[in-house]
C-alpha cells in the first residue's frame, strides 16, 4: 500500500474524551478483537466493557457500522457467550479459525479483513475509528487520511501500541485512562499493589500467540 507519510498532518492525543462532534456525522467502528482483549488481560488482568467502549468512542455522533473481528479456536471454552454478547453490543463479527501450522505456530489476524472492510465502508461514514495498537494498520491509516481524506481516530492500551500509530492518527483515544471500560478495576488495583494472588486463566486453552499490539514501530 503507497506510503503517505510526507503528507501527515499533526494529530491530538487525548486521555479520556473523543472531541465533541456534530449529531449528524457517521462513524464507524472496526474493533481488532485478538489485540484490545490480550492487551487488557495482559496490562491489568481486566477484561473490556465493550458497552462502555463504543459509548466512549462514538459519544454525541451517530454509530454507522461496528465491526469485530475475531479468532475461533476449537478447545476455547466459553467462546460462542462471548461473541454472543458482541452481538447484542452491536457488533456484526466477522470470524475465522485460528490456524496452527505443522510445525506448531499459530496464525491469528484479521488485518487484510479489516482494512478491507474499512475502506469498503469509508465511502458512507465520516470518522473511521480503529480499535487496535497494531502497527501493521499504519499503512491503512494513512490511506483513509490522504488517499480518501476521512477522519480517523485510533484507539487502544499506551504501552501495547505502535508509537507511529498514536502518531499518524488524528486522534489517539489512550484506553489506560478510561477506567470504565475495564471491568473489575478494584481487583486490577489490588493486584498491582500486591493484595491480592493474581487471578488464575479463565477456562479453556489460552493462545499462544503473541497480541498484534506488541509490535512496535
Not at 505502535?162 to 478495576?185: C, N, Y
Amino acid at each position: 500500500m503507497k506510503s503517505w507519510s510526507k503528507n501527515l498532518k499533526s494529530k491530538r492525543s487525548i486521555p479520556q474524551e473523543v472531541p465533541r462532534a456534530a449529531k449528524n456525522q457517521r462513524v464507524g467502528i472496526f474493533l481488532d478483537i485478538q489485540n484490545i482483549y490480550h492487551s487488557a488481560k495482559h496490562l491489568y488482568n481486566s477484561r473490556v466493557n465493550f458497552q462502555e467502549l463504543v459509548t466512549t468512542l462514538v459519544k454525541d455522533r451517530t454509530l454507522a457500522r461496528a465491526i469485530a473481528y475475531v479468532v475461533k479456536s476449537e478447545t476455547a471454552l466459553g467462546e460462542e457467550s462471548f461473541f454472543d454478547a458482541l452481538r447484542k453490543t452491536g457488533f456484526e463479527l466477522r470470524s475465522k479459525d485460528l490456524q496452527i501450522y505443522p510445525d506448531g505456530s499459530k496464525k491469528a489476524d484479521w488485518d487484510i479483513g479489516m482494512a478491507v472492510d474499512a475502506i469498503r465502508n469509508a465511502g458512507s461514514l465520516d470518522t473511521i475509528i480503529l480499535v487496535t495498537g497494531d502497527g501493521d494498520f499504519i499503512p491503512l491509516v494513512e490511506y483513509l487520511k490522504l488517499g480518501l481524506g476521512k477522519h480517523v481516530e485510533v484507539a487502544g492500551f499506551g504501552r501495547t501500541s505502535s508509537g507511529k500509530l498514536k502518531e499518524i492518527a488524528e486522534t489517539f483515544i489512550e484506553l489506560d485512562h478510561v477506567p470504565r471500560i475495564l471491568m473489575g478495576i478494584k481487583r486490577r488495583l489490588q493486584i498491582q499493589h500486591g493484595t491480592v494472588p493474581r487471578a488464575a486463566p479463565p477456562p479453556g486453552r489460552k493462545p499462544q500467540y503473541r497480541p498484534q499490539g506488541n509490535k512496535q514501530q
